[in-house]
């Protein structure tokens, strides 16, 4: 993600075309609802557990600039 505030902070062109942005806070959100789940409902904890990646371009830069860290 930080490699996308140079490249399409500056306004030139590239051959580089996106990033994916993880969400930490959604991951931790997701984390305590499993284990709340399982500690308070008794339903196991999944063994493996994916959340969906922000896809960050040129046109959804400005939005997650900030977010980067640019």
Same mark, same amino acid.
């Given at each position: 993600?930080?490699?996308?505030?140079? %490249?399409?902070?500056?306004? *030139?062109?590239?051959?580089?075309?996106?990033?994916?942005?993880? #969400?930490?806070?959604? @991951?931790?959100? %997701?984390?305590? *609802? %499993?284990? @709340? !789940?399982?500690?308070? #409902?008794?339903?196991?904890?999944?063994?493996?557990?994916?959340? !969906?990646?922000?896809?960050?371009?040129?046109?959804?830069?400005? *939005?997650?600039?900030?977010?980067?860290?640019?």
């Amino acid at each position: 993600g930080s490699r996308s505030c140079g %490249l399409f902070g500056q306004g *030139q062109k590239s051959g580089f075309r996106g990033t994916m942005w993880l #969400n930490s806070a959604l @991951h931790g959100q %997701l984390a305590i *609802q %499993l284990l @709340h !789940d399982a500690v308070a #409902n008794g339903k196991p904890l999944p063994e493996k557990t994916y959340s !969906d990646p922000i896809l960050v371009n040129e046109e959804t830069f400005p *939005q997650y600039k900030e977010m980067l860290g640019c």
